[in-house]
T-cell receptor, first 112, second 113 residues
Framework: GQSLEQPSEVTAVEGAIVQINCTYQ??????LSWYQQHDGGAPTFLSY????GLEETGRFSSFLSRSDSYGYLLLQELQMKDSASYFC?????????????FGDGTTLTVKP | DAGVIQSPRHEVTEMGQEVTLRCKPI?????LFWYRQTMMRGLELLIY????????DSGMPEDRFSAKMPNASFSTLKIQPSEPRDSAVYFC???????????FGSGTQLSVL
């Protein structure tokens, strides 16, 4: 099975950079995904890392290190609208390849 | 495409009643997922389908829960009888091919009184 750990809360100020970590214990997975969810909204896909290294999409970047069982989401030039919950998720290897397991989420609060 | 469409948006019912949640995935997507979200348990996968076939229903909490996907464009999640502990937001999501990127519907906020 899969086990993902994220910090429950992170606070930062507008314009700053914040990193949200995700550590996992898993027997194997295809890749690590990140989702954003605003209060009252649905999760929306942000990024996916199949390979080790950094993936950049605008102000957001995501990193994966399989050897360290670790990944992170980096948000730059924070804006008030970035206040939301952020979830990491892994997709299992093998016969259950379609199954994505989500972490408990990190609530990011951006202050002026 | 309109995205994943769920209905109803909100459902308030009394304990013991049957509840049916509906989902229309994005056209062309071959995976469909039902998730439940609560403060206590986070986002839990209940069941998922591949090409309309249920693949893993190990997350379905009890026999009171059932899900069907009669065709590629429609799925239902049914709770019968409903209980107050079923109160949660139920999300349907779909993806193309192997599911690296899930597209979620707006969810159904279910309240069982």
């Amino acid at each position: 099975g899969q086990s993902l750990e994220q910090p429950s809360e992170v606070t930062a100020v507008e314009g700053a950079i914040v990193q949200i970590n995700c550590t996992y214990q898993t027997s194997g997975f295809y890749g690590l995904s990140w989702y954003q969810q605003h209060d009252g909204g649905a999760p929306t896909f942000l990024s996916y890392n199949a390979l080790d290294g950094l993936e950049e999409t605008g102000r957001f970047s995501s990193f994966l290190s399989r050897s360290d069982s670790y990944g992170y989401l980096l948000l730059q030039e924070l804006q008030m609208k970035d206040s939301a919950s952020y979830f990491c998720a892994v997709r299992e290897l093998g016969t259950n390849a379609g199954k994505s397991t989500f972490g408990d989420g990190t609530t990011l609060t951006v202050k002026p | 495409d309109a995205g994943v469409i769920q209905s109803p948006r909100h459902e308030v019912t009394e304990m013991g009643q049957e509840v049916t949640l509906r989902c229309k995935p994005i056209s062309g997507h071959d995976y469909l997922f039902w998730y439940r979200q609560t403060m206590m348990r986070g986002l839990e996968l209940l069941i998922y389908f591949n090409n309309n076939v249920p693949i893993d229903d190990s997350g379905m909490p009890e026999d009171r829960f059932s899900a069907k996907m009669p065709n590629a464009s429609f799925s239902t999640l049914k709770i019968q009888p409903s209980e107050p502990r079923d109160s949660a937001v139920y999300f349907c999501a779909s993806s193309f091919r192997t599911g690296e990127k899930l597209f979620f519907g707006s969810g159904t906020q279910l309240s069982v009184l």
